[in-house]
Each structure stands twice: as structure tokens, then as C-alpha cells.
């Protein structure tokens, strides 16, 4: 059995509990060690103490860090960068591992060739039975189908080591994954779909997430700048709707920009292109949810003010990465 480290970045969520106690349940060969990474800006003293305590014998080979609330790629980084095993798997702090979880991680290990630099779970999320999911609980769901995800991946610590780790400049939990796999493809390791399962809960949400998702076009402006303009054929990753919000948000601006001159009717008809589209966007995410009077709204709000958002994200972006250097580079 090939020997395995678990990082686990954290922001002391109350999941933690939950995702210490599955992994100590789980049958099979334990880890060699367990680095929890508190990536919290002032980490309160024993606020993860209820989490430590559901460890068991487990709680000896843990180590608790700190990252100083850098993001989950730092935190990664700290959190590998101290371990001794040849394979570090990280986790979200929001997963569950399955009961056989050690077992079918040993299996991928061992199965592993020497060019093989990482191995990926699988990842189930759960959603509710009894009715349509909502915008949100569907976005969480496309994780399953999710190349490369560090809610539960598997890497070889050479590998690591080769690509300088995970790019701190990613400061959201989104593309960084997606990043450093691209980086170990590049550097001619091969990366496998494994056979252990993880659940990953649907986390509870305000009505305005889907608008601070947006944030995330920054990093889509960073994927490019490192990976190029098909960065996400290589990534296999959905382009999304980005274009068509550039398209409304310019529909919506010249709206207000003709009426301002007083050009009524030029305004007018940009006004009702905007609410086709708006509505349009609106009712994608409305028609497979379960239509109540709360997600209706929230979506119609929303559908408003996601274009903008992105559009500005992705430029904010575009300039603070627009000289961007190769990680391996700017991390020296």
C-alpha cells in the first residue's frame, strides 16, 4: 500500500465536523497524515477543536496550519508542502467521504502508473427527491461531472513538487483545480478518473450567490492570459452564457445612453431587446427549478444583473492579470 497524506484547506465552516468524522469512519488503510489549513484571516484559538474531536485515533498524525487567509490554493500549498508522503489527497472541507473510501483510495494508488501524476474521485452530489432542484442546488450538481476538482483529487507529490503547486493568484475556489491539471498535463504526467466516491453536500445560499459567482470571470480573464484563448476546450470545461451577457449588458447601455440623448425611439426598441434577452436568460434557469414565488424572484433579479457583473468581473480581470507570468515563474 502506497503511502497517503490528506490536506484539507478550512474557513472552520460547521461542515468540517461532518467531513473529519466520515474520513475516520471510512474502512480501509488510514493516512499517513492529516494537515487541516485554516485559511481564515485571524484564526480564533480552539475553533476547530469540535472538528478535531470527532478525529479519534486519527487525531494524533493531525497537524493544524495556518495560511493567513490567502485563499484554498495557498492553503493547498501550505498544507502539501508539509507533508512526507508520495501522495497527497486534497478535500473540501464541505465533502463527506463514502463508508469504503481508504479502501478504494489504496485501490487507485496502487492501481497508478509512474507516469501517473493524479487521480481523481468520484463525486456524488445529492439533491432533493421530492422536488426540482433550484439554480443554485443544479450549479452544485455540474460538480459531479467536474473535470480535475480538488473536492476530492489525488496527487502525487513529485508531481507537485515539478509544476511549484497550485497558483496563488487564484484566490476563489474556482479554476485553480483546473489550472495546476493543466500545468501536470503539460508536464507529461497522465491523469485517471479513480473509483472512490465522495458526497458533496449542497451548502445553504442566500438568494444573491448566483451574483457573486460572477466573480469568478476574473479568473476565466486568468485562464487565458495562462493558458491561452482555447484554454477551455483544454480544460473541457462549459463556456457558459458569457457572450450573450456582453451582448445585453451593451443592449441595456444603450438603451440608457439613447435616452439620455433623447433618441426615444432608437431607446425604446434597445430597451425592449434588453427585456427579451433579460427574460430569456430568466426563464433557462426559472423553467427546470421548482417555480416558487422566492426562486422565481430571485432569478428574475438576478437574470438582471449577472451580464453586468460578468462583463465587469471579466474585465477587472483582463487588466490585473494582463501581464501574468507562468506560475512556476512568478512564484520565485
Known sequence: MTDYAVVIPTLARDTLADCLAALAAATGPRPREIVLVDDR???????????LAVLGDLRGSTTVLT????????ARNTGWRAVTSPWVVFLDDDVQVGPHWCDQLARDLTEATPDTGAVQGVIAVPLPGERRATDWER?????????????????????????????ERFRRAFREDADIALRVLNADWRIRQGRRTTRHPVRPADRWVSLRAQRGNADDALMRQLHGADWWEKAVAPRGRFRAHVALTATGAAACALAAVRHRRAAAAAALGWLAGTGEFAWTRI???????HEVATMVV????????????RLNGRLRHRGARPWAEAAR
Open 139 to 167: 450549479g452544485t450538481a455540474g460538480l459531479a461531472r467536474a473535470r480535475w476538482i480538488t473536492a476530492d483529487m489525488a496527487y502525487r507529490t513529485d508531481a507537485l513538487k515539478q509544476v511549484g503547486g497550485f497558483d
Open 302 to 313: 438576478t437574470s438582471a444583473l449577472i451580464p453586468p457583473a460578468a462583463v465587469w468581473h
Open 41 to 51: 484571516p485571524e484564526p480564533e484559538l480552539g475553533a476547530l477543536e469540535h472538528g
Open 287 to 293: 423553467a427546470p427549478g421548482p417555480r416558487t414565488r
Open 67 to 74: 495560511s493567513a487567509g490567502r485563499g484554498p490554493a495557498a
